[in-house]
């Protein structure tokens, strides 16, 4: 496998969590049932864990050996990369462009749900103030693309051993 495998896999992933995003926009996920889209995001935490282990297990049968560790977390890193940057080039667009007011309605969500369960009016006022803070433009870029690669990372390092452990069967 080289880096333009690696490009591939990566742009597939980010395009299949960007049309996850989709759907759960047409869904209504993020605009009439937003309690409901607070779990279905986490779907798109399996795409990753698809396209990296095919990727790592195409590596693998490919060299005939367990794959090696350093190889492997070279190809589930740039991967998550590439799935990063695309995706969170998308997310940016989405929210910019495509559903900007989802941010909103979602801490306002939030706040009511503090209201019902007797938060005092300082509990929300922090809390609305660090929901501003964390969902700036810049801020959801910087942690998008951060917790997306770091999500990479983390599945690679949990699928090499598994790999191993199958070859050797």
């Known amino acids: 496998m080289n880096r333009r495998s690696e490009l591939l896999y990566g742009t ?16 209504g996920f993020h605009t009439t049932s937003i309690e409901a889209g607070r779990y279905t995001g986490f779907v798109s935490f399996l795409f990753p864990v698809v396209f990296i282990g095919t990727a790592l297990h195409d590596r693998q049968k490919a060299a005939g050996s367990p794959l090696p560790w350093l190889e492997g977390i070279t190809t589930g890193f740039r991967i998550a990369f590439f799935a990063a940057l695309f995706f969170t080039v998308f997310m940016t667009f989405y929210t910019l462009i495509i559903n900007p007011g989802w941010l909103d309605a979602t801490a306002d969500w939030q706040r009511r749900e503090f209201i019902r369960s007797g938060a005092t009016d300082d ?3 922090r809390f609305m103030e660090q929901q501003r803070q964390v969902n700036g433009p810049m801020a959801r870029f910087i942690m998008g693309f951060i ?8 599945v690679t390092l949990i699928e090499i051993p598994l790999l191993r452990l199958m070859a050797r069967r």
Not at 12 to 26: D, H
Not at 147 to 153: D, E, F, I, K, S
């Open 12 to 27: 597939v992933c980010g395009l299949f969590m960007s049309g996850w995003t989709l759907a759960e926009f047409a869904l």
């Open 123 to 125: 509990e929300i006022g």
């Open 147 to 154: 917790g997306a690669t770091g999500l990479g990372v983390l």
